[in-house]
């Protein structure tokens, strides 16, 4: 079984199917089975995120008290 993780922002469900998807298709392509491969998502909760090597501040909303 393949599994691929992918730690990202918070993504909208269209974004993950679309995402998964392409993944699947993708490792399918290469010969391994679509129905053997497992996409886990999973929010990037960092403060800061590489883009190309580029040092970006990730932007989400900072937390509640209680």
Known sequence: MAVVVIH???LSVEAKKAI???VMTA???????ASTV???FKVEHA?????GGILIEA???A???S
């Open 8 to 10: 990202s922002p918070s």
């Open 20 to 22: 998964g998807d392409q």
């Open 27 to 33: 490792l399918h392509n290469e010969g391994i089975p």
């Open 38 to 40: 497992v996409v886990l």
């Open 47 to 51: 403060d800061l995120y590489l883009d």
């Open 59 to 61: 932007h989400h909303a």
């Open 63 to 65: 937390p509640t008290e």
